[in-house]
């Protein structure tokens, strides 16, 4: 099993910075990648913002491109995402996101941290 924890989220003006965290514990070594999700107010699905394979590829969502930034500090298993020139469409719920693939594939999710970006 792998536990993830989320910090960082908050309310910011338009224009703005946050950065979030997610700690990851537990099974950590059989991951193959994590990242973050996001669930804008009155959308059922998640999306993609950003993730980070094992190897250090990564891949972030075309609205986000150039604003966000993925990284992680392996010393202390988190994940990391850097949020720049916030706008009010990235008001969401983040979620941390850690995935194993392969015949025995499973998604983990944290519990979620609410980005509010006031206009």
């Known amino acids: 099993q792998v536990q993830l924890v989320e910090s960082g989220g908050g309310l910011v003006q338009v224009g703005g910075s946050l950065r979030l965290s997610c700690a990851a514990s537990?099974?950590?070594?059989?991951?193959?990648?994590m990242g973050w999700y996001r669930q804008a107010p009155g959308k059922q699905q998640r999306e993609l913002v950003a993730?980070?394979?094992?190897?250090?590829?990564?891949d972030y969502a075309d609205s986000v491109k150039g604003r966000f930034t993925i990284s992680r500090d392996n010393a202390k298993n988190t994940v990391y995402l850097q949020m720049n020139s916030l706008q009010p469409v990235d008001t969401a719920v983040y979620y941390c996101?850690?995935?194993?693939?392969?015949?025995?594939?499973?998604?983990?999710w944290g519990q979620g941290t609410q980005v509010t970006v006031s206009s």
């Open positions: 996101n850690a995935q194993r693939w392969g015949i025995q594939s499973n998604y983990y």
């Open positions: 993730t980070m394979t094992s190897g250090g590829t990564t």
């Open positions: 537990g099974s950590i070594f059989i991951l193959n990648a």
